[in-house]
């Protein structure tokens, strides 16, 4: 695909997310791995409703900015999983209310946040992690990803927001649709013992869909 089509892609996917209120105010960002190594990524203080493609933040293999309005200040939370998921050529970070409230749950587990509520969680999700609480932009949030050994293509930030990386721009705003749904769908059933998906079923789905990894057993 052509930087123009990306920049353009880019600019579609925001405003669509915007629009349905995954990401209010000027919160939220989205990256794009160049074939060249470098990235094209959405300027800091920008609201994701009203992207220009011409100001997108381009940036070299280095991390320097080529061109475009200066880059969101979440830059090395991309380039953490950029490093640890080689395969990843988007990552799209929002601030979704339901994945925000399952982050600040007491009784969340850091390495299987959600359960396998439903088929499509399984398949483009896979597992999610949970982070502790990092001031945005803060640098010690790439050691933590760096943690998590590439293991997960979604996690959880505490108190903050959701971050997934996916092979396409395309499949990272689809992930991270299905696990704000899947994130809702626990809220609304966490207190009437939901029925998930057996170990088997998720099995099942992995072989089947290629998902991941299979979820942990609820």
């Keep these: 695909m052509t930087e123009t089509r990306l920049r353009d892609q880019i600019c579609q996917f925001g405003r669509s997310l915007f629009e349905r209120g995954l990401t209010p105010g000027s919160s939220g960002n989205i990256?794009?791995?160049l074939d060249d190594g470098g990235w094209l990524v959405t300027p800091t203080n920008a609201s994701l409703g009203f992207l220009d493609p011409a100001r997108l933040s381009r940036l070299n293999g280095s991390g320097r900015v080529m061109s475009g309005d200066a880059p969101t200040?979440?830059?090395?939370?991309?380039?953490a999983l950029y490093?640890?998921?080689?395969g990843a050529r988007a990552v799209v970070h929002l601030h979704c209310a339901h994945c925000v409230a399952v982050s600040m749950l007491p009784e969340i587990d850091p390495k299987a946040a959600l359960p396998p509520l439903t088929p499509y969680y399984v398949m483009r999700c896979g597992e999610t992690a949970l982070l502790p609480y990092y001031r945005p932009g803060d640098a010690a949030v790439a050691a933590?990803?760096?943690?998590?050994?590439?293991?997960?293509s979604c996690v959880l930030l505490s108190n903050h927001g959701p971050v997934v990386a996916g092979d396409?721009?395309?499949a990272a705003v689809f992930a991270m649709e299905e696990l704000e749904e899947t994130a809702k769908l626990y809220l609304m059933t966490r207190n009437m013992s939901p029925r998930a998906?057996?170990?088997?079923?998720?099995?099942?789905?992995?072989?089947?869909?290629?998902?991941a990894k299979p979820v942990a057993a609820p």
């Design 73 to 79: 200040k979440e830059i090395p939370l991309h380039a």
């Design 197 to 211: 998906l057996t170990p088997e079923q998720v099995s099942d789905l992995a072989a089947n869909f290629g998902s």
């Design 144 to 152: 933590a990803i760096r943690g998590l050994g590439g293991r997960y």
């Design 168 to 170: 396409t721009l395309e």
């Design 31 to 33: 990256s794009v791995r």
């Design 83 to 86: 490093e640890t998921r080689p």
